[in-house]
Each structure stands twice: as C-alpha cells, then as structure tokens.
C-alpha cells in the first residue's frame, strides 16, 4: 500500500518506528521549561499540562484515559 508520495504504509511505520527510540531519548534530555522548576513536577504532570494546553478543557475520566491511569474522582 502506497500513502500517496514517497513511502510506502509499511516503509513510513518502520521510519517511525527506528525514529521513535532517539525522539524519546533526546526529549527524556531537555531540561524542564525554568518557570515550572520550582513546581517539582513529574513527567506525567508535564504530560497533563500539555493535554489541556492542546486540547482545551478535559474531564478527569478524558486525562486518565489520555494517560491511562485508572480515575479516582468523577469528571472534573
């Protein structure tokens, strides 16, 4: 199956794939933006935050699941 132009299905997943290790390896290295420093946040809290500031407004249930993490409270 072709997507089109340039790669194949098959050849743009296995792209993705060998790129994905060094994408996750550089971004475990960036340091944490200087105004959240202070904060002393955990990676899934970064995770959060960057759920609501793409995707608006999300109830407990919607970012749990984004994170899949089981919800302990109702909807926010």
Same mark, same amino acid.
């Given at each position: 199956?072709?997507?089109?132009?340039? !790669?194949t299905? &098959?050849? =743009?997943?296995?792209?993705l794939?060998?790129?994905?290790p060094?994408?996750?390896?550089?971004?475990?290295?960036? @340091?944490? +933006?200087? @105004? *959240?420093?202070?904060? &002393?946040? /955990? @990676?899934? %809290? *970064?995770? !959060? !935050?960057?759920?609501?500031?793409?995707? =608006? +407004?999300?109830?407990?249930?919607?970012?749990?699941?984004? *994170?899949?993490?089981a /919800?302990? %409270? =109702? &909807?926010?």
């Amino acid at each position: 199956m072709s997507t089109g132009e340039g !790669l194949t299905l &098959d050849e =743009g997943i296995r792209t993705l794939l060998m790129l994905m290790p060094r994408l996750v390896g550089r971004a475990k290295r960036m @340091p944490i +933006p200087e @105004p *959240l420093r202070s904060l &002393d946040l /955990a @990676p899934r %809290h *970064l995770s !959060l !935050l960057a759920y609501l500031l793409f995707d =608006g +407004p999300l109830s407990v249930n919607e970012l749990a699941g984004r *994170l899949e993490a089981a /919800a302990e %409270h =109702g &909807d926010a």
